[in-house]
């Protein structure tokens, strides 16, 4: 499991680092009237999400189906609860261009479920050629 997370991280961390790039180019070149400032929030708050996951994803324990279908959908309720809290932080705080804050964080959100979908994938294919 050392290898996959360690795979996983690098992966993660090259696909965020390309889509958070790729993001601010196209908002400051493309749509310069849609940049905003709290931008960099949204790829970091699904960087610390992903690693969270892939933490988590990757821990060497000895979970039945049961215990794991548990403990991932918890792990979505945490990660919805804290997507929503950073919503509302920025629509009730900061309120600035909130259209286009929802476009990118939902973009983000859609980016991000194919990436956790992939790993949750390849663990389960790792843990079953384990046993």
């Known amino acids: 499991m050392k290898r996959l997370r360690g ?10 680092l390309v889509s958070g790039w790729g993001g601010w180019w196209i908002l400051t070149t493309l749509l310069p009237d849609s940049y905003f400032a709290w931008y960099p ?3 970091l708050f699904y960087y610390i999400m ?3 996951t892939i933490l988590d994803l990757t821990k060497n324990t000895q979970d039945t ?7 991932y959908m918890l792990m979505k309720l945490y990660k919805i609860a804290a997507a929503i ?3 509302a932080v920025y629509y009730f705080a900061i309120n600035v261009k909130i259209m286009q804050f929802t476009t990118v964080f939902v973009s983000y ?5 194919f990436i956790e ?4 994938y ?9 046993l």
Do not use: C, D, S
């Not at 390849?122 to 384990?130: A, H, I, L």
């Open 117 to 120: 979908t992939y790993f949750l």
């Open 122 to 130: 390849m663990t389960e294919k790792t843990k079953k050629r384990q």
């Open 65 to 71: 189906e049961r215990q794991l279908v548990n403990k």
């Open 85 to 87: 809290v950073i919503f």
């Open 109 to 113: 959100y859609i980016i991000y479920l």
């Open 41 to 43: 929030i949204i790829p």
């Open 50 to 52: 992903g690693m969270l």
């Open 7 to 16: 795979y996983f991280v690098m992966l993660f961390t090259a696909i965020m």
